[in-house]
């Protein structure tokens, strides 16, 4: 298996240009987190679904953020007008369950730079 | 509200030396504890939780609800130790609360 998929694994656009992120979960996981690194602010978690459900986006820090999961092996995040400090590693990270003790899965991360 | 904090950015050890990280935690209810990993290269993943009361590549964690902490230990560090440690919470709402997390960097 292959994990968690991310893609792309890198991307560097220019300020006002739309970004779209990738996900595919573990399959059979039923929960899927986005989060966003930043050096200053460490882990954040963005938005997170239940199969296939948002469930809570209040980590979304704006209306340019926007994600769906159309199906239980697929998910984007979406920035459109990227700004310069949307620039972090973006995680996807995906769940077997609802319960808080299992173990969350991450992909290897976007990192993502708007010049 | 549910708020993680790990006061350190950094920690410097010498390899053999105890390693303590510091986790301090935020929450009105009973709190899940757990503390994740992130080697170099590596994506992050789980090393151990509260509710296990493991002891994982030699490192424990004690939930102290009376000073509201879960700092990790271990008694001599090695340098495969050196990567992100992050401590999360979960209480409402199934979901993870991270804190920023401590580079921990063991020195040879």
């Known amino acids: 298996d292959a994990g968690v998929i991310q893609s792309p694994r890198h991307e560097v656009t220019e300020m006002g240009q739309e970004v779209t992120l990738r996900c595919k979960p573990i399959?059979?996981?039923?929960?899927l987190f986005w989060y966003r690194q930043t050096m200053m602010r460490g882990l954040e978690l963005l938005i997170y679904?239940?199969?296939?459900?948002?469930?809570?986006d209040s980590g979304m820090p704006e209306d340019r953020f926007s994600a769906k999961m159309p199906n239980a092996s697929f998910s984007t995040l979406k920035i459109q007008p990227s700004e310069p400090r949307d620039s972090a590693v973006y995680f996807c990270?995906?769940?077997?369950?609802?319960?808080?003790?299992?173990?969350?899965?991450f992909g290897p991360g976007t990192r993502l730079t708007v010049l | 509200a549910q708020r993680v904090t790990q006061p350190e950015k950094l920690l410097s050890v010498f390899k053999g030396a105890p390693v303590e990280l510091k986790c301090n935690y935020s929450y009105s209810g009973s709190p899940e504890l757990f503390w994740y990993v992130q080697y170099s290269r590596q994506r992050l993943q789980l090393l151990l939780r509260?509710?296990s009361r493991e002891s994982i590549k030699g490192f424990t964690a004690d939930l102290n609800k009376g000073e509201t902490s879960f700092h990790l230990k271990k008694p001599f560090a090695q340098e495969e130790d050196s990567a992100m440690y992050y401590c999360?919470?979960?209480?409402?709402?199934?979901?993870?609360?991270f804190g920023a997390g401590t580079i921990l960097r063991v020195k040879s």
């Open positions: 990270a995906s769940r077997s369950g609802t319960s808080p003790y299992n173990e969350q899965f």
């Open positions: 399959s059979g996981h039923n929960s």
């Open positions: 679904f239940n199969n296939n459900v948002p469930i809570d």
């Open positions: 999360a919470l979960s209480g409402d709402g199934n979901k993870l609360v």
């Open positions: 509260h509710i």
